[in-house]
């Protein structure tokens, strides 16, 4: 089972502006270890062990030392592809093995993949397997199902489909147990209008949800900016969210913000193709439980939040050079979507340590999921 743009995907090397040969831990596994080893012995002198892991040995520019002054890979020109670790040879696709068959999906870490899930006509899988194909998450599967079925509702912004999303998940989660028969009361018409209603009627003030978000994103955007990663995107940016505070000029900053969602909502496509996509790849590990789903949208809220933050701060930022209108260009979207999700990227146990440190409960209550997501 894949996205319907899948196929369509092609590294655009030496012409991306945002090369993942850079920045990140870049994992050589053994099978490529002992390759090189055979093949060209010095190879091995570009790989480092970090925490366990063997990963390449970035240079001074923090980028991989393979990657030419052209943008492209010096591994790939002088020995061609065979010699790519699986992690460079796979990226930026995700593969979920089920058993029997296989799901494959595309990270928003790659500016290519926003490229394409812009320009599509529609999104939509293909292959789509039934709930008996997923054995013991066979529920599950359901689950994340009517996640993307209510995702793709275009009557609704994508934020309010979220929000309804996560409702959804909490109500499950306090069930003892779950079975496919429950999950035909959520697919009702009166069941969608109801929560659809209550979400509306939720009060949340425009600005508790921007300070919220702020610290999120400065928060989040910490470590990269102490170790200067990403240093040409957060820089700026971090500096003009550093700068929001209580003494504030309120009414400025309410007024700039509802021009900024005026210019988001012309990308609403967009946010709804990336929310789409990210519930697909992310809610549904092979082996994972409703608690790792409820988790996993969690991470997809502040993903998000921190997305919209950045793009706004760029945005801030850029209005204040023009002195006055300034419309919001694809390309920041495209940017901040990247760079964030390569961010948040984090592993599973990862993600688990930063919230359990971070907030006062693992799972959240509905009402701070819709303070960082309205
Ligand atoms: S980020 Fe995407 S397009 Fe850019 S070099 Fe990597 S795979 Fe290719």
């Keep these: 089972m894949k996205p319907n743009y899948y196929d369509k995907f092609r590294c655009t090397a030496d012409r991306c502006g945002f090369t993942c040969c850079q920045q990140w831990k870049i994992a050589v596994d053994g099978e490529t270890r002992a390759r090189w080893g055979k093949v060209e012995p010095s190879l091995c002198n570009a790989v480092e062990e970090k925490e366990g892991e063997h990963i390449i040995a970035l240079n001074e520019n923090r980028r991989c030392p393979f990657l030419e002054e052209t943008g492209l890979c010096g591994l790939v020109l002088r020995y061609g592809d065979e010699m790519l670790p699986e992690t460079c040879d796979i990226f930026p696709r995700e593969i979920h093995d089920f058993g029997a068959f296989r799901e494959y999906a595309l990270v928003s870490c790659c500016p290519a993949v926003i490229d394409l899930m ?21 529920v599950l599967s359901e689950v994340r199902r009517l996640m993307l079925d209510w995702m793709e509702r275009e ?9 309804m ?25 009166g069941f969608w209008e109801e929560l659809s209603a209550a979400v509306d009627g939720a009060v ?67 946010v709804r193709r990336f929310l789409w996509s990210e519930l697909y790849s ?7 439980d409703l608690e790792d789903m409820l988790i996993a949208v969690q991470w997809l809220a502040m993903e998000y939040a921190a997305i919209r933050h950045a793009v706004f701060c760029a945005w801030l930022g850029q209005r204040e050079e023009s002195g006055g209108q300034m419309p919001l260009p694809y390309e920041t979207v495209r940017q901040y979507m990247t760079v964030v999700s390569r961010m ?8 688990r340590a930063y919230l359990e440190n971070s907030f006062e409960r693992l799972i959240w209550d509905w009402g701070y999921f819709a303070l960082i997501t309205y």
């Design 118 to 138: 812009y320009g599509e006509e529609s999104i939509s899988l293909t292959d789509v397997r039934n709930a008996g194909d997923y054995g013991e998450q066979a």
């Design 155 to 163: 009557e609704n912004s994508p934020n309010k489909n979220l929000l």
């Design 165 to 189: 999303i996560f409702y959804l998940l909490l109500d499950l989660y306090e069930k003892d147990e779950l079975c496919l028969e429950q999950l035909s009361a959520y697919r009702e018409t």
């Design 204 to 270: 949340t003030d425009l600005l508790d949800s921007f300070t919220e978000r702020n610290e999120l994103f400065l928060d989040l955007s910490e470590n990269y900016r102490r170790e200067g990663l990403y240093r040409e995107y957060l820089e700026e940016i971090g500096e003009v969210a550093g700068k929001f505070s209580e003494r504030c000029d309120r009414e400025k900053l309410c007024e700039a913000l509802s021009q900024f969602e005026q210019a988001f909502l012309s990308y609403r496509k967009l």
């Design 282 to 288: 992310e809610t549904l590990p092979p082996g994972g």
């Design 344 to 351: 948040t990227g984090y592993d599973d146990e990862d993600i």
